[in-house]
């Protein structure tokens, strides 16, 4: 491989040195047994020698029924039926005094984390509310 008298129009190859008996065609590096600090900026021709880590799903204990919220508006509906004078009767009717303030208390964010005196409160001053036809006082 030497120079040739007039320049070529393609580039070439031009071999420094002497070869190698026979080449090798598995990279020569060994891979290290610890990772490296921080990613390399090409990818790696062997495999590293750490094990990936695979996530693990853990099955759930069963099947849900109801959602977490439909769960946590029954128990109140419950406590509300339980210290209502009619066993919750005016509760489960549309439209009442007692049902529209079930609904404003249930769709409070902070309903589940009241004690259950202040829900029971809430729900008793509520009904006198809309009983009272709250949204057309003034003072």
Do not use: C
Not at 1 to 15: M, Y
Not at 27 to 39: D, H, I, L, S
Not at 46 to 67: A, L, Q
């Amino acid at each position: 491989f030497f120079p040739t008298a007039s320049p070529t129009i393609s580039p070439r190859l031009i071999v420094k040195g002497i070869p190698t008996a026979s080449p090798t065609f598995s990279p020569t590096v060994r891979p290290t047994k610890t990772p490296t600090a921080r990613p390399t900026a090409s990818p790696t021709t062997s495999p590293s020698m750490t094990p990936t880590v695979r996530p693990t799903f853990s099955p759930t204990s069963r099947p849900t029924d109801i959602s977490d919220q439909r769960r946590k508006d029954l128990l109140l509906l419950e406590r509300l039926k339980s210290v209502s004078p009619d066993n919750g009767k005016a509760l489960l009717t549309p439209n009442s005094a007692q049902a529209n303030a079930f609904e404003w208390l249930r769709h409070n964010r902070d309903v589940h984390i009241y004690s259950e005196t202040r829900q029971i409160r809430r729900y008793a001053l509520a009904v006198l509310y809309f009983a009272t036809n709250g949204d057309s006082w003034t003072k």
